[in-house]
């Protein structure tokens, strides 16, 4: 699944599947050197990711029909963030990047891979 999103554009930086425990999966595209920033990158889908796709939940179940996805645009990259049943799908992108469009393709291999929400 992770060899699928990161097909879709070479905007894509690097794809993650975080099972809700343990270690995240995650692969950075082919030919993008390995950053310092991997570490951090691995706590933020510890951390960050959960935490944010948390709040986004227990908000959107109150009245707003759940969540879908979450967009979180920093300075320097654009995280996609699609909860699962267990866990999350992380994609970051170059910053200029459509991420909004990006959306449904995603959402058609959560699908495919049998997990969409």
């Known amino acids: 699944m992770i060899d699928a999103v990161l097909e879709l554009t070479p905007q894509i930086r690097y794809a993650a599947v975080?099972?809700?425990?343990?270690?995240?999966v995650l692969r950075?595209?082919?030919?993008?050197?390995?950053s310092a920033e991997a570490e951090l990158d691995r706590f933020e889908e510890m951390l960050v990711n959960p935490t944010l796709l948390d709040?986004?939940?227990?908000?959107g179940q109150i009245d707003r029909g759940g969540v879908e996805y979450l967009v979180v645009r920093y300075g320097n990259c654009c995280q996609l963030l699609f909860p699962l049943a267990r866990g999350h799908l992380s994609v970051s992108l170059d910053p200029e990047s459509d991420s909004v469009a990006l959306v449904a393709p995603i959402?058609?291999?959560?699908?495919?891979?049998?997990?969409?929400?």
Do not use: K, T
């Not at 950075?28 to 390995?34: N, P």
């Open 18 to 24: 975080y099972p809700g425990s343990g270690e995240p």
């Open 28 to 34: 950075e595209r082919s030919g993008v050197a390995v």
């Open 107 to 117: 959402q058609g291999i959560l699908r495919r891979h049998g997990l969409a929400g």
């Open 55 to 59: 709040l986004a939940r227990r908000r």
